[in-house]
């Protein structure tokens, strides 16, 4: 992850993104925790609006291994089809922890 770049390409100073990055990490981390309890009440449209959360923000952070998770996941919301789930979480908490050990969270 290579800030000064990520930032460069945004168009913001480091300070600015790395403020971004650290708001994204806490509210992907409760938007993961909606994502789980809407898994385990089978409420396949809550847990696609939390997933389509997580990938927006972290499209628009560029911060594209989280976003192609959070959208796989939201696909197969959207398609009643929550198999595998718990896996693209413990990814998605992988990638979180990752990014937030890089930018002291």
Same mark, same amino acid.
């Given at each position: $992850?290579?800030?000064?770049? $990520?930032?460069? !390409?945004?168009?913001?100073?480091?300070?600015?993104?790395?403020?971004?990055?650290?708001?994204?990490? !806490?509210?992907?981390? %409760? /938007?993961?925790?909606?994502?789980?309890? +809407?898994? &385990?009440?089978?409420?396949?449209?809550?847990?696609?609006?939390?997933?389509?959360?997580?990938?927006? +923000?972290?499209?628009?952070? !560029?911060?594209?291994?989280? &976003?192609?998770?959070?959208?796989?996941?939201? $696909?197969?919301?959207?398609?009643? %089809?929550?198999?595998?789930?718990? &896996? /693209?979480?413990?990814?998605?908490?992988?990638?979180? %922890?990752?990014?937030? &050990? *890089?930018? *002291?969270?």
């Amino acid at each position: $992850m290579n800030i000064k770049k $990520m930032a460069d !390409e945004l168009k913001l100073q480091e300070e600015e993104y790395v403020e971004l990055v650290k708001l994204f990490v !806490e509210t992907s981390r %409760n /938007d993961i925790e909606r994502l789980v309890a +809407a898994i &385990s009440n089978h409420e396949g449209e809550k847990a696609a609006q939390a997933a389509h959360s997580i990938k927006g +923000a972290a499209v628009n952070l !560029e911060l594209t291994e989280v &976003s192609e998770t959070a959208k796989k996941l939201e $696909m197969k919301a959207r398609e009643g %089809n929550l198999e595998g789930a718990s &896996s /693209d979480i413990l990814l998605l908490k992988k990638w979180l %922890n990752n990014i937030a &050990s *890089r930018i *002291r969270v």
